[in-house]
């Protein structure tokens, strides 16, 4: 099955720096590539999500970006925010075995401080 | 105002008892998802349901049964069999089966002592 591995598991920027999570999957055979932000307590929300026929992805203050080669994605956030804080999930699905059901990875931490 | 709803958002049960998590859609989504989330671990999933009156185990089943008897409900009971079932349970849903994108409901946190 699919593993997705995240890096890293905590992140601390000062207030207007860039963040940047990374992620790398291992099943050739997925094409969707969601990012979800988790604040405390809550569920979590699509922030923002690519397919395997794009390379990069902007909304904002956010982008992702994938190489498919590589097998990897990541999520760059740029002039950060302290409400930016929260976690963040990376995912990784596709058609196997006829089920779209993501896997996810175990999240990044992301702390900005004012 | 259309989402997914979780009840209660904390609960408490002994050891030993059964617990039902509801979990509620006003979507119109065929498929949805039950995952579990612990400390510094991402979303494992326990059940899924593509379709009304049928459902599949997912990763980490053994300990939890679910039915799913009206497209807009899909209960989680965690039973007395689950060893360690204290943690965040989420709630998702998506338009179908073969769609990628998944909706999270806010999640239930429950404690057992």
């Known amino acids: 099955g699919e593993n997705v591995e995240q890096h890293p598991s905590t992140l601390s920027v000062q207030e207007g720096d860039s963040a940047v999570i990374k992620c790398t999957y291992s099943d050739s055979a997925s094409n969707y590539f969601p990012w979800y932000k988790q604040e405390l307590g809550k569920g979590p929300q699509l922030i923002i999500d690519i397919r395997s026929n794009v390379g990069e992805k902007k909304d904002q203050r956010i982008a992702v970006t994938l190489n498919k080669t590589a097998k990897h994605f990541s999520l760059h956030i740029t002039e950060t925010q302290p409400e930016d804080s929260a976690v963040y999930f990376c995912?990784?699905?596709?058609?196997?075995?006829?089920?779209?059901?993501?896997?996810f990875g175990r999240g990044t931490s992301l702390i900005v401080h004012p | 105002d259309g989402g997914i709803t979780q009840s209660p958002k904390y609960l408490f049960r002994k050891e030993g008892q059964n617990v039902t998590l509801s979990c509620e859609q006003n979507l119109n989504h065929d498929a949805m998802y039950w995952y579990r989330q612990d400390p510094g671990q991402g979303l494992r999933l326990i059940y899924y349901?593509?379709?009304?009156?049928?459902?599949q185990k997912g990763d980490i089943a053994e300990g939890y049964s679910v039915s799913r008897e009206k497209k807009e409900s899909f209960p989680l009971t965690v039973t007395s069999a689950q060893k360690n079932p204290t943690a965040f349970y989420l709630c998702?849903?998506?338009?179908?089966?073969?769609?990628?994108?998944?909706?999270f409901g806010p999640g239930t946190r429950l404690t057992v002592t």
């Open positions: 998702a849903s998506s338009i179908g089966p073969h769609s990628y994108e998944q909706y």
């Open positions: 995912a990784a699905s596709g058609p196997s075995g006829g089920s779209y059901i993501p896997t």
């Open positions: 349901s593509q379709i009304v009156n049928d459902f």
